[in-house]
T-cell receptor, first 113, second 114 residues
Framework: AQSVTQLGSHVSVSEGALVLLRCNYS??????LFWYVQYPNQGLQLLLKYTSAATLVKGINGFEAEFKKSETSFHLTKPSAHMRDAAEYFC???????????FGQGTILTVHP | KAGVTQTPRYLIKTRGQQVTLSCSPISGHRSVSWYQQTPGQGLQFLFEYFSETQRNKGNFPGRFSGRQFSNSRSEMNVSTLELGDSALYLC?????????????FGQGTRLTVV
């Protein structure tokens, strides 16, 4: 069965600082992994996805994530945080089940001026 | 290209009533999935439809049901509402019938049960 764990329900950074949001997955098969962002009272917006083509994945808004099989991790990073990055971020995986995503519990990112 | 459209955006219902939520996927997308989002349980998968057939179902009671029409639009129904059904219900659509295809989400329907 698929499972996704996000370490840290809240992360706070200063504007301009590095953003690091952690995600670990558990899967018996090679996973497909995704990062989504959710702004208040909105749906989920796809930031990036990993589908085994490359271990370093670049997404929108300057975010990227690196797939590390040995660590079963898919951490999300951004070199320099901006106020508009404040939102909740979700890591998700899909395995062999069509149309089903398994989500982590989410990480709320706060950006201080 | 229009995104995933969910209606209504907000809904208030009384315990014991039933409710129907609607989702129009992105044009050309044939897979529609539904999720429930609550502060306590996070995002949980309800079910997925492809070409009018339910292919996958999460661990929800039978009060939760859905269907998909020939134009790929989908509805989900919750009968005999309980207070715990208060949540944001999200619909997502996908373009291809292959594993690893990204899902595009609507803005959700906020259901409040009183």
């Amino acid at each position: 069965a698929q499972s996704v764990t996000q370490l840290g329900s809240h992360v706070s950074v200063s504007e301009g600082a590095l953003v690091l949001l952690r995600c670990n997955y558990s899967s018996s098969v090679p996973p497909y992994l995704f990062w989504y962002v959710q702004y208040p009272n909105q749906g989920l917006q796809l930031l990036l996805k990993y589908t085994s083509a490359a271990t370093l994945v670049k997404g929108i808004n300057g975010f990227e994530a690196e797939f590390k099989k040995s660590e079963t991790s898919f951490h999300l990073t951004k070199p320099s945080a901006h106020m508009r990055d404040a939102a909740e971020y979700f890591c998700a995986s899909s395995g062999t089940s069509y149309g089903k995503l398994t989500f982590g519990q989410g990480t709320i990112l706060t950006v201080h001026p | 290209k229009a995104g995933v459209t969910q209606t209504p955006r907000y809904l208030i219902k009384t315990r014991g009533q039933q409710v129907t939520l609607s989702c129009s996927p992105i044009s050309g997308h044939r897979s529609v999935s539904w999720y429930q989002q609550t502060p306590g349980q996070g995002l949980q998968f309800l079910f997925e439809y492809f070409s009018e057939t339910q292919r996958n179902k999460g661990n929800f009671p039978g009060r939760f049901s859905g269907r998909q029409f020939s134009n790929s639009r989908s509805e989900m129904n919750v009968s005999t509402l309980e207070l715990g059904d208060s949540a944001l219900y999200l619909c997502a659509s996908s373009s291809r019938d292959s594993l690893g295809t990204e899902a595009f989400f609507g803005q959700g329907t906020r259901l409040t049960v009183v």
